[in-house]
Structures are given as C-alpha cells and as structure tokens.
C-alpha cells in the first residue's frame, strides 16, 4: 500500500517561508511523478507544481511561479515544496498526490495525502 503524508504547514507571516514535505511508503513510493495541489475554503482545488520521479523537469502554476519550488530526495523518498514570498491568497490545505501515468500534459492522481494547512497573515 502506497502512501503519503505531508507535514510542515503552519502559520507564517506574509513575505515569509515555510518548506513543505511529502513523505512516501510503501511499494516504489519514490518512483512517482509528483504533484502538489492546495484547496482553500470554498475554493476548488488548485494545482501548485509538478515534478518528474527523476527530478529533473518541475513545472507551477502562474500563480506561484518565481516563489515556489519543488524538489525531491528519492533516498528518502521525499518530495518537498519551498514556499518563498508568501501571500495571504497561499493560504490553503496543501496535499500531494502520486502521478501514475508519468505525463504531466495527461496525468492520473492518486495515493491523495491528507494535507497540511497553510495560513499566511497580513
């Protein structure tokens, strides 16, 4: 049974940071392409970023690129997104989630975490 748990989220200041993880077990839990996801309150959930099971290509949306930055130590099966200049609309619950089809133009989600909140203050 694969699975993930995401942990670092809290309560930060605006222009702060905080740096997420996503922790994987379980069978090939670190052979997956990533994804980050966050759903604020009465909000659709909204793609963050994406990372390939290599680590090589990343890609985010608009709304985070140039502040935000995932990364990933497959050793220790890890998957992590740097949170920089932090705004109030980053508040969310924030959860990752394995791509089993390996195509970011076409992926398949599952192995849901449970999430982390995060709140930024103004």
């Known amino acids: 049974q694969v699975q993930f748990v995401e942990s670092g989220g809290g309560l930060v200041q605006a222009g702060g940071s905080l740096r997420l993880s996503c922790v994987g077990s379980?069978?090939?839990?670190?052979?997956?392409?990533m994804g980050w996801f966050r759903q604020a309150p009465g909000k659709e959930r909204e793609f963050v970023g994406y990372?390939?099971?290599?680590?090589?290509?990343?890609y985010y949306a608009d709304s985070v690129k140039g502040r935000f930055t995932i990364s990933r130590d497959n050793a220790k099966n890890t998957v992590y997104l740097q949170m920089n200049s932090l705004k109030p609309e980053d508040t969310a619950v924030y959860s990752c989630?394995?791509?089993?089809?390996?195509?970011?133009?076409?992926?398949?989600?599952?192995?849901w975490g449970q999430g982390t909140q995060v709140t930024v203050s103004s």
């Open positions: 990372i390939t099971w290599i680590g090589t290509g990343t």
């Open positions: 989630a394995a791509d089993l089809a390996h195509d970011y133009d076409n992926p398949v989600y599952d192995y």
């Open positions: 379980g069978r090939n839990a670190n052979r997956y392409a």
